[in-house]
């Protein structure tokens, strides 16, 4: 298989606040030096790291530095990353939007972006004007647009609006147009920003369906930049983690979701329970010191929706306990209702502990919750006596993923609202 797309050693820098360098100084130099005597561009050996959190340290600021990628053909590369980590400046090289500062990018054919609400658009321009506006830049006849028109105006659903000038189009219109023309006018490269998440939940997926067949059954390749980890998993053969305008990481999507969730977008660790409040009742022959959400292989994480949860909990027992003890936790919504129960005794599951510290695992194979805050309540008891019982106060946030392994997030208005279950629907006859 053919390489589509080469990135080797490419960087971008800018200057903060100012187009261009900003003073003329800065400009004849860079022009005397690099132009007249053949050297190397004297500020590309200044210039701090692109972390927005930071205060900078420089007036210069890479917002890309030294990628490297080899895309081939056909393949569906998922490029994910915290915002500011250069994922749309990436884009807008490949696009040739701007030039890299250093480095080079080849690619083999016609390349098709859409980075932004309206890229590409002459907002005076009708819709039909700006399909055929659109097509003559990348190269094709106004025979090809032609044959092409129809098929672009269905699958965008704007036909009533088509001879409308764009600037009456809506951010869900203009989208939907646009993804439409870059979909549909056979380009050999696709690139697409997160502007799909403009579009409601029937053309988000219409347009996955699209890139799908464009990269399997046409053989294009496709590069796409989305917060969605779900239609990343669902979509994406291979992708890349940006951070800091570097590559951090690399791989298959799998591997590449879960490194970003583990190591970009930090868990909350754990949470100290030992000194949350307690009801009178208690005898305290066990006591709760700790909660943490874990994976399958103990690493910290954020509960996500659809995905396999460990609650481990810490404990101090203050006196030998002999069979006939019971632990519980329970989930809480934001208005104090009930949402989940998960019960040592319900399962027959009752233990014995000798005095000291202990710990114990309560592995959810998939977490029925959507995105969310909840609050864990935790209870255990000895002997049918209430040993500790920590209420409702303990702050646990789910995150959305693919429950349903179908490449969609829940919809967010259910968020926090309803518990999840698989379930099939078959048709009788």
């Known amino acids: 298989m053919s390489t589509a797309i080469k990135i080797e050693n490419v960087s971008k820098q800018y200057r903060l606040g100012v187009i261009s360098t900003g003073t003329l100084s800065h400009d004849l130099n860079r022009w005397w030096t690099t132009k007249i005597l053949r050297k190397e561009d004297p500020y590309l050996k200044i210039g701090s790291v692109n972390d927005r959190s930071q205060k900078a340290d420089s007036e210069y600021v890479w917002a890309l530095k030294d990628i490297n990628m080899e895309i081939e053909q056909g393949d569906v590369v998922g490029i994910i990353g915290k915002n500011g980590a250069g994922k749309s400046t990436l884009l807008k090289l490949l696009s040739r939007v701007t030039k890299p500062t250093t480095g080079s990018i080849k690619y083999k054919g016609r390349i098709a972006s859409l980075l932004e609400v309206g890229t590409g658009f002459h907002p005076e321009m009708t819709g039909r004007e700006n399909i055929y506006m659109n097509g003559a830049i990348m190269g094709m006849t106004k025979q090809e647009i032609t044959r092409k028109l129809d098929e672009i105006v269905d699958f965008s659903g704007c036909e009533r609006y088509i001879d409308t000038p764009v600037k009456r189009y809506s951010s869900g219109m203009t989208v939907r147009l646009g993804f439409a023309i870059a979909a549909h006018l056979d380009p050999e490269i696709l690139v697409v920003d997160e502007v799909l998440a403009v579009g409601d939940a029937e053309f988000q997926k219409k347009a996955i369906g699209k890139m799908q067949d464009v990269s399997r059954g046409e053989g294009r390749t496709v590069l796409f930049v ?83 949860l460990r609650i481990r909990l810490f404990f101090n027992v203050t006196e030998d306990v002999v069979n006939n003890c019971y632990l519980s936790i329970g989930v809480n919504d934001n208005f104090d209702s009930r949402v989940l129960s998960f019960q040592s005794q319900m399962k027959d599951s009752s233990f014995s502990f000798e005095k000291g510290e202990h710990c114990i695992d309560c592995d959810i194979p998939k977490l029925p919750l959507t995105e969310g805050s909840y609050k864990i309540g935790l209870w255990a008891s000895v002997d049918s006596e209430c040993a500790d019982y920590v209420y409702y106060t303990i702050p646990m946030t789910v995150v959305n993923d693919d429950f349903f392994n179908t490449g969609r997030v829940i919809p967010s208005h259910l968020a926090g609202k309803v518990v999840l279950c698989d379930h099939f629907w078959r048709l009788n006859k």
């Open 226 to 308: 989305s917060h969605n980890m779900a239609s990343i998993r669902k979509l994406c053969k291979t992708g890349y983690v940006l951070k800091n305008g570097s590559v951090e990481f690399s791989g298959q999507i799998d591997d590449v979701v879960d490194f970003y969730m583990h190591e970009c977008v930090p868990p909350t660790l754990e949470c100290a329970v030992a000194d949350m409040p307690r009801t009178e009742k208690c005898t305290g022959k066990i006591h709760f010191t700790n909660i943490q959400f874990l994976d399958e292989n103990n690493v910290y994480i954020d509960p996500h929706c659809g995905r396999f």
